[in-house]
Every structure is written in structure tokens, then in C-alpha cells.
């Protein structure tokens, strides 16, 4: 079993930034590849970026691109995502997910997620 567990999240002003942390724990976990999605209300979850376990592979949506960047620590079982010039439409609940497929955009290849961080961007 893998549990993940974010944190991060809270109100920002158009413009700034915050870093998401996704910590994991459990079985084998630093062989795991991380993904990042997000949902805002009223609207489907999206992937947002991804990461590879030794951390030397990434995937981002269009829309992130540029702005922003996952990392990952596997000494302190954490994977991060840097979000700068962050716009009101990136509002959403972020969540960490965690699958062993190979960096994948769909949620649906991801075995494990968290709870999830709310992330308010005000305008």
C-alpha cells in the first residue's frame, strides 16, 4: 500500500507563486512514477505535469509549460510542483497521484492519490 499526502496549497495573488510537496510512503515507493492533476469545480480533472522514478523524465500539459516544474526528492520520499505566473484558471484542487506504468497523462493509469490541496489564485 503507498499512501501520498499533500501540502502546499492556500491563496495566492495573480502573478506569484506557490510549491506543491507530495510525500509518499509505503512499498517499494521510490520506484513509483508521480503525476500532478487538478480539478476545478464544475469541470473534469486535468493533467497538470509528471515525473519518472529516478526523477531524469518529465511530462508537462501545454498549458503549464514554462511555468511549471516537478522534482523530486527521493531521499525525503517527496515530489514537488513549483508553479510560478499562476493565472485565476489555475484554480483548482491539485492532487498527487502515483503509478508504476511510466509517466502517463491519463488519471486512470495511476493506482494511488491523495487527498488533495486547494489552490486559490485571486485576481
Known amino acids: 500500500q503507498v499512501q501520498l499526502v499533500e501540502s502546499g496549497g492556500g491563496l495566492v495573488q495573480a502573478g506569484g507563486s506557490l510549491r506543491l510537496s507530495c510525500t509518499f510512503s509505503g512499498r517499494a515507493v521510490n520506484w513509483l512514477n508521480i503525476g500532478w492533476f487538478r480539478q476545478a469545480p464544475g469541470k473534469e480533472r486535468e493533467f497538470v505535469a509528471a515525473?519518472?522514478?529516478?526523477?531524469?523524465?518529465?511530462d508537462y500539459a501545454d498549458s503549464m509549460k514554462g511555468r511549471f516544474t516537478i522534482s523530486r526528492d527521493n531521499i525525503k520520499n517527496t515530489v514537488y510542483l513549483q508553479m510560478s505566473s499562476l493565472k485565476p484558471e489555475d484554480t483548482a484542487v491539485y492532487y498527487c497521484a502515483a503509478g508504476s506504468v511510466g509517466i502517463r497523462r491519463s488519471g486512470a493509469e495511476y493506482n494511488y492519490w491523495g487527498q488533495g490541496t486547494q489552490v486559490t489564485v485571486s485576481s
Open positions: 515525473i519518472d522514478w529516478s526523477g531524469s523524465n518529465t
